[in-house]
């Protein structure tokens, strides 16, 4: 057999079903749109990525046999689709139809270039940056091996970089990158790699657009370019919280059948100074301290994590500060629901469209709520950080893309509360129902550490906690006396933020990803009926 891949055969998407009327096939039809009679994919009719092959083993057989050639020249048309697995995975799968005729193959290919030329959601042009450090440093690997195959077969032109240091790409993407040469831009590797990514193509919008990133109240102007993943790292809890697994196969066919999904992103600032942009967690108290004890022990893997999350559950250090936020109001939806943030998601669709408008009320409305205390834990999750560790998340009931964060603030507790809380995370009981657990969906959000209140706010404290407890939060701050320290850091996606007093605010959709959220179970239920291609 040898392929011969029509060189101007395009590569897109469509819906193939039966019956039909595909040109001398009666079994099969081809169509951009799926067929008007059903409203939900009928089964087998899956998105098809199309590769054309010619194949002639039977000429060879029977020209041997002295054959005619011409008459026993047989074409096929191999098309290639995508088909539903266990676990929100996808795999690609073919079908071949074989014809008798050359001249007829040929209009199949040509109805079918139509088609597929007719999708202009579907990436052309790839810019790729892999880490090769990243996880069980296999990205390059993987990538080669998994998805570059994919790309070839679905005909995307791409541009490898491997990056050599940290922020390579970030840089890259800044300054030097040729933008417009690409429909978009995917990273092989892990939640660190996939933050440089965001950086890199914000901040380049942001300066194309002449607007200033370092102020808080700028409304920023969302990336035209979406955003591939190819998991490839310790946590990979974005591309897990929007495709539903971490499978490198998957998120290339994701890519492949050109998907899109938009994301909020937080963006963290400090005396009006921009410091970075956050997209799933950033947390200040245990998930600071469990980051900045586990970046010690990067030659450990993915399990360092572990490591440095039982290491700081043990140590349960808690920390003094005031968090004042705006709660997103007017949005439907709240923390508390059951209902989750799925694949068209009508939460997402309602708040999504008007943030700006929201942004603006608020930005003249002094109506936030403050709330001074002792903290184990202040998180705040702009998606719900679904992950291997935690399938459900830090917040299982937030949104993509409806302009909200959802802040939660886990006060002083005993480690028996705060195991039942942290063990929540992994089962089907609810984290937030705990009375020492709150959790408010809001749009911005500032944190000040004890130790950098002003003056008159620790005379409040004096008069209101007594002289004692002031006394013994000095010793804290004095770094001779080994006590528990006054401050933790924040873990803002998975790095260390350099300041501890900071103020965030949520952008609706600043982004776009390669992706289209978690799909419901009953779509990919049609994979165990037999009809099923
Ligand atoms: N060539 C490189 N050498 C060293 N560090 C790099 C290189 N390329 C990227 N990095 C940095 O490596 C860090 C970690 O990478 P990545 O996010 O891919 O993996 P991870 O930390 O194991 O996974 P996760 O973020 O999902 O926990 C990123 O912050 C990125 O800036
Ligand atoms: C004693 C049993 C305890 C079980 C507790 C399980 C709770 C798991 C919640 C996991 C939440 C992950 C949130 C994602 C954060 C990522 O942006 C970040 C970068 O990859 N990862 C971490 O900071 C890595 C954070 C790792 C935390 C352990
Ligand atoms: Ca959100």
């Known amino acids: ?64 046999l002295l054959f005619v ?121 892990g939640d660190g790699m996939f933050s440089e990514i965001v950086h890199g193509l914000i901040w380049r919008t942001q300066m194309d657009s002449s607007l200033d990133p370092n102020s808080p109240d700028e409304t920023l102007t969302s990336c035209s370019l979406r955003i591939g993943i190819i998991p490839a790292g310790s946590t990979d809890c974005i ?50 301290d469990v980051l900045t004890d586990s970046e010690r022990k990067r030659w450990m893997g993915p399990v360092r994590y572990d490591f440095s999350g039982l290491k700081m559950f043990l140590t349960h250090h808690y920390y003094e500060g005031t968090v004042s936020y705006l709660p997103a109001r007017g949005v439907v939806g709240t923390p508390r629901d059951a209902a989750r943030c799925r694949s068209g998601c009508v939460v997402c669709q309602h708040n999504g469209p008007k943030p700006s408008e929201r942004a603006e009320k608020y930005e003249t409305d002094d109506c936030g709520e403050t709330i001074r205390g002792k903290f184990l834990a202040i998180n705040a999750a702009s998606m719900s950080c679904a992950c291997p560790r935690s399938p459900k998340g830090l917040s299982p009931a937030a949104h993509l893309a409806d302009g909200t964060t959802d802040l939660i603030l886990v006060r002083k507790c005993s480690r028996f509360d705060f195991l039942r809380h942290l063990l929540r995370h992994t089962n089907k009981e609810d984290q937030f129902d705990l009375n020492f657990v709150e959790v408010h969906r809001v749009v911005r959000f500032r944190f ?40 933790s850091s924040w873990n803002c996606d998975g790095e260390i933020l350099t300041h501890t007093a900071i103020d965030v605010r949520v952008h609706c959709r600043l982004i776009k990803l390669f992706a289209r959220g978690i799909e419901e179970p009953q779509v990919f239920e049609d994979l165990t009926n037999p009809c099923a291609i």
């Open 1 to 64: 057999v040898f392929h011969l891949r029509e060189p101007s055969a395009p590569w897109g998407g469509g819906w193939l079903w039966r019956p039909g009327c595909f040109p001398g096939v009666p079994e099969w039809r081809w169509g951009s749109l799926p067929p008007p009679s059903h409203h939900s994919p009928p089964p087998g009719a899956l998105w098809i990525c199309c590769r054309v092959e010619r194949t002639n083993i039977l000429k060879r057989k029977f020209l041997t």
């Open 69 to 189: 050639k011409t008459k026993w020249r047989l074409c096929c048309v191999s098309v290639s689709y995508v088909e539903r697995c266990q676990q929100h995975r996808w795999r690609c799968a073919a079908v071949t139809f074989t014809c008798p005729d050359g001249g007829l193959c040929q209009s199949w290919v040509g109805a079918i270039a139509e088609q597929l030329a007719a999708i202009t959601s579907r990436p052309r042009r790839l810019l790729i940056y892999i880490n090769p450090y990243g996880g069980k440093r296999q990205g390059g690997r993987v990538y080669e091996q998994k998805v570059a195959p994919l790309f070839a077969q679905a005909a995307i032109s791409t541009h490898v970089i491997v990056t050599e240091h940290a922020n390579h790409a970030r840089d890259h993407l800044r300054t030097d990158a040729e933008l417009k040469k690409y429909d978009g831009v995917v990273c092989v590797g």
């Open 239 to 288: 591309c897990f919280a929007t495709v539903g697994t971490n499978d490198p196969v998957t998120s290339a066919l994701h890519i492949i059948v050109g998907d899109s999904q938009p994301m909020d992103v937080c963006s963290i600032h400090h005396n009006n100074t921009f410091l970075r942009y956050s997209v799933s967690l950033l947390g200040y108290g245990f998930y600071g």
């Open 448 to 487: 000040m550490p004890r130790h950098c209140q002003s003056d008159s706010d620790l005379e409040l404290d004096l008069l209101e906690n007594g002289k004692r407890q002031i006394f013994g939060q000095i010793c804290r701050d004095h770094p001779a006396c080994g006590c528990a320290p006054a401050y």
